[in-house]
């Protein structure tokens, strides 16, 4: 007899919170939607979350909406891609009434692990390789360095500026510029929604991305999805000044690109992040049965 | 509250065989509130019915008695200052029964006064599944800077957040709290209670925290270690925020070991804030106040 597909939803962060455009819900929530049926087994589906729908599982991205996880029959998994707790965030109760957690770094995975026996399972950021199309061509010494994120993470491009005056590089950063980060030649703001704005051809200007190693306390919890992003658009990632010296040269900055990109698409892929969503799901509905 | 104490608004001579009356440090300053009425009722009752007066505080308060010591011919120094604050409290209270402090280094401190560590009935304070976060419970109003630990709260609070990425919550700041059920579930699901006060007698919301699980850092003062063994039952920090931001931050990041720390915190907790010890040691104090002046 043929087994009726399960019905799932993930409840967005950006649509909790009534934001728009929050990587983190593009990045783990609405690629996975749109990869979902790409992907074997075809025994379920995804949505973003609808008030009133009747659902088989749900996945809370970065939502802790405690009355209904314990109200709701179906599987429960709750995903960190942040360590929302040390900002006070009451996360114990969701835990306990979730079916298991996933996470996007396994820094995350290991904390989380200290406070429950469910399963915790790391499913990292991966990339849509639709999403970031375009390709850089690397012509010329390096002239141009960029750095993109949220601005409060900015700090961590102090410690490069004398460096890249150094070897007479500008350095672009692209960020909601709240603030500004005054150290740069040129500030771009986000604006997602404008369809004037292309992140893509923004980041392309520069001649590879900067992205120095984030020593603040938070930083080994961050996921690398800002380097896989770079590695898509066939830029070389910079986390030492001794790879900055090495990528100023075209050639290295080509042989760079391509072997990243094809470690993208093997293993960096979406597809694969369906794959282990799809697999916890089998599981927990298993496990589900057992009991 | 038995049938036979009441609060009473007034006193009525004849009506009552024992006054127990409310004072601390900042009692020495006339001018204030709280310090009239305190000398207007002692007044009134002093010599009519005994008198045992709980003092909540003790003589450290820089911010006030190092220029009132001054004024009075005092070397300006903080010591100076407390010795200041212990001849005009013994003049102040001169003719009580009994002065009631709430830890021994307070006893020491003024110099006189009986020790009675208050008591908590355990089963008020509820051991709840433990949300990973820390937590605070000191006043915010008013001068006493030295005496809550402000400073030490506050840098410490910065180097939590700059060093490790952890925030903090000061009740009664950051939390509203609606109700006492609102609060002891909130404290029950606390993992790491700090208390940075230098001054302040045995803070029962240190003492609320233990019996809660918390597990408490807490600074070593006023008997504080005493009872607490660092590392087994809570924390003691010195006065320094770096070492009380580790230690804090620590037990964020080990969630297993601070809910075992804090489970002893509680053990300790229930022997020592004992509710049946504290009763007796007031009904003895009471019972000998009373009969000594009946003799």
Same mark, same amino acid.
């Given at each position: 007899?043929?087994?009726?597909?399960?019905?799932?939803?993930?409840?967005?962060?950006?649509? #909790?919170?009534?934001?728009?455009?929050?990587?983190?819900?593009?990045?783990?929530?609405?690629?996975?939607?749109?990869?979902?049926?790409?992907?074997?087994?075809?025994?379920? *589906?995804?949505?973003?979350?609808?008030?009133?729908?009747?659902?088989?599982?749900?996945?809370?991205?970065?939502?802790?909406?405690?009355?209904?996880? %314990?109200?709701?029959?179906?599987?429960?998994?709750?995903?960190?891609?942040?360590?929302? #707790?040390?900002?006070?965030?009451?996360?114990?109760?969701?835990?306990?009434?979730?079916?298991?957690?996933?996470?996007?770094?396994?820094?995350?995975?290991? &904390?989380?692990?200290?406070?429950?026996?469910?399963?915790?399972?790391?499913?990292?950021?991966?990339?849509?390789?639709?999403?970031?199309?375009?390709?850089?061509?690397?012509?010329?010494?390096?002239?141009?360095?960029?750095?993109?994120?949220?601005?409060?993470?900015?700090?961590?491009?102090?410690? *490069?500026?004398?460096?890249?005056?150094?070897?007479?590089?500008?350095?672009?950063?692209?960020?909601?510029?709240?603030?500004?980060?005054?150290?740069?030649? %040129?500030?771009?703001?986000?604006?997602?929604?404008?369809?004037?704005?292309?992140?893509?051809?923004?980041?392309?200007?520069?001649?590879?991305?900067?992205?120095?190693?984030? *020593?603040?306390?938070?930083?080994?919890?961050?996921?690398?999805?800002?380097?896989?992003?770079? #590695?898509?658009?066939?830029?070389?990632?910079?986390?030492?000044?001794?790879?900055?010296?090495?990528?100023?040269?075209?050639?290295?900055?080509?042989?760079?690109?391509?072997?990243?990109?094809?470690?993208?698409? &093997?293993?960096?892929?979406?597809?694969?992040?369906?794959?282990?969503?799809?697999?916890?799901?089998?599981?927990?509905?298993?496990? %589900?049965?057992?009991? | 509250?038995?049938?036979?104490?009441?609060?009473?608004?007034?006193?009525?001579?004849?009506?009552?065989?024992?006054?127990?009356?409310?004072?601390?440090?900042?009692?020495?300053?006339?001018?204030?509130?709280?310090?009239?009425?305190?000398?207007?009722?002692?007044?009134?009752?002093?010599?009519?019915?005994?008198?045992?007066?709980?003092?909540?505080?003790? !003589?450290?308060? !820089?911010?006030?008695?190092?220029?009132?010591?001054?004024?009075?011919?005092?070397?300006?120094?903080?010591?100076?200052?407390?010795?200041?604050?212990?001849?005009?409290?013994?003049?102040?209270?001169?003719?009580?029964?009994?002065?009631?402090?709430?830890?021994?280094?307070?006893?020491?401190?003024?110099?006189?006064?009986?020790?009675?560590?208050?008591?908590?009935?355990?089963?008020?304070?509820?051991?709840?599944?433990?949300?990973?976060?820390?937590?605070?419970?000191?006043? !915010?109003?008013?001068?006493?800077?030295?005496?809550?630990?402000?400073?030490?709260?506050?840098?410490?609070?910065?180097?939590?957040?700059?060093?490790?990425?952890?925030?903090?919550?000061?009740?009664?700041?950051?939390?509203?709290?609606?109700?006492?059920?609102?609060?002891?579930?909130?404290?029950?699901?606390?993992?790491?209670?700090?208390?940075?006060?230098?001054?302040?007698?045995?803070?029962?919301?240190?003492?609320?925290?233990?019996?809660?699980?918390?597990?408490?850092?807490?600074?070593?003062?006023?008997?504080?270690?005493?009872?607490?063994?660092?590392?087994?039952?809570?924390?003691?920090?010195?006065?320094?925020?770096?070492?009380?931001?580790?230690?804090?931050?620590?037990?964020?990041?080990?969630?297993?070991?601070?809910?075992?720390?804090?489970?002893?915190?509680?053990?300790?907790?229930?022997?020592?804030?004992?509710?049946?010890?504290?009763?007796?040691?007031?009904?003895?104090?009471?019972?000998?106040?009373?009969?000594?002046?009946?003799?």
């Amino acid at each position: 007899m043929l087994e009726e597909k399960l019905k799932g939803a993930i409840l967005l962060f950006e649509d #909790w919170h009534s934001k728009k455009y929050i990587g983190s819900s593009r990045i783990r929530g609405h690629w996975l939607i749109k990869n979902w049926d790409k992907v074997l087994p075809y025994n379920s *589906t995804l949505e973003s979350f609808v008030q009133g729908q009747k659902y088989d599982f749900v996945i809370f991205q970065k939502t802790y909406w405690l009355d209904f996880v %314990k109200k709701f029959e179906g599987i429960k998994i709750l995903d960190f891609c942040d360590v929302d #707790w040390l900002d006070t965030v009451p996360v114990i109760e969701i835990i306990d009434n979730c079916d298991a957690v996933t996470t996007s770094t396994e820094a995350l995975r290991d &904390e989380i692990k200290k406070f429950t026996d469910k399963p915790v399972v790391c499913i990292p950021d991966r990339q849509d390789l639709e999403f970031h199309n375009l390709k850089k061509k690397h012509e010329g010494r390096a002239k141009m360095v960029v750095w993109f994120g949220y601005s409060h993470n900015s700090k961590v491009l102090d410690k *490069t500026i004398l460096f890249l005056k150094k070897y007479n590089l500008k350095l672009k950063v692209i960020s909601d510029v709240r603030p500004p980060y005054m150290k740069a030649d %040129k500030n771009v703001k986000y604006d997602w929604g404008n369809p004037e704005f292309d992140f893509n051809k923004e980041v392309l200007e520069g001649d590879m991305v900067l992205m120095p190693e984030n *020593t603040r306390a938070r930083g080994r919890f961050k996921s690398n999805n800002k380097t896989l992003t770079a #590695w898509c658009l066939g830029m070389p990632v910079a986390t030492t000044p001794d790879e900055l010296v090495k990528f100023l040269d075209p050639e290295e900055r080509k042989k760079e690109a391509e072997l990243r990109l094809k470690e993208v698409k &093997e293993k960096w892929s979406v597809e694969l992040s369906v794959k282990d969503f799809k697999n916890l799901i089998e599981q927990l509905k298993n496990d %589900k049965r057992r009991r | 509250m038995s049938e036979h104490l009441n609060w009473v608004t007034h006193f009525e001579e004849g009506k009552y065989d024992l006054a127990i009356l409310h004072v601390d440090q900042q009692c020495l300053l006339e001018n204030l509130g709280k310090s009239k009425v305190f000398r207007q009722v002692y007044s009134v009752v002093k010599g009519k019915v005994p008198v045992i007066v709980i003092n909540h505080g003790t !003589p450290v308060y !820089p911010e006030m008695f190092i220029q009132l010591a001054q004024m009075d011919g005092y070397r300006v120094t903080e010591e100076a200052a407390e010795e200041w604050a212990r001849v005009k409290m013994r003049k102040l209270l001169d003719g009580v029964d009994e002065m009631v402090v709430n830890s021994h280094e307070a006893q020491k401190m003024w110099g006189w006064g009986q020790t009675i560590i208050h008591g908590l009935d355990p089963n008020e304070w509820w051991d709840l599944r433990k949300e990973p976060r820390v937590v605070t419970f000191i006043s !915010p109003a008013g001068i006493g800077d030295k005496y809550y630990g402000r400073r030490l709260f506050s840098d410490t609070r910065v180097l939590l957040k700059e060093e490790y990425g952890v925030e903090s919550l000061w009740i009664g700041q950051d939390v509203f709290i609606r109700d006492w059920d609102d609060y002891r579930t909130f404290i029950g699901k606390s993992l790491v209670y700090f208390n940075p006060t230098i001054g302040s007698p045995m803070p029962r919301s240190r003492s609320e925290a233990m019996m809660s699980g918390c597990c408490v850092v807490t600074t070593p003062y006023q008997d504080a270690d005493t009872f607490i063994q660092d590392g087994v039952n809570g924390f003691l920090c010195k006065n320094n925020p770096e070492d009380a931001a580790k230690k804090i931050a620590d037990m964020i990041f080990n969630y297993q070991e601070a809910i075992k720390i804090g489970k002893k915190g509680r053990e300790t907790a229930i022997k020592l804030f004992n509710k049946e010890r504290y009763q007796r040691e007031w009904l003895e104090l009471i019972s000998k106040v009373t009969s000594k002046n009946i003799c």
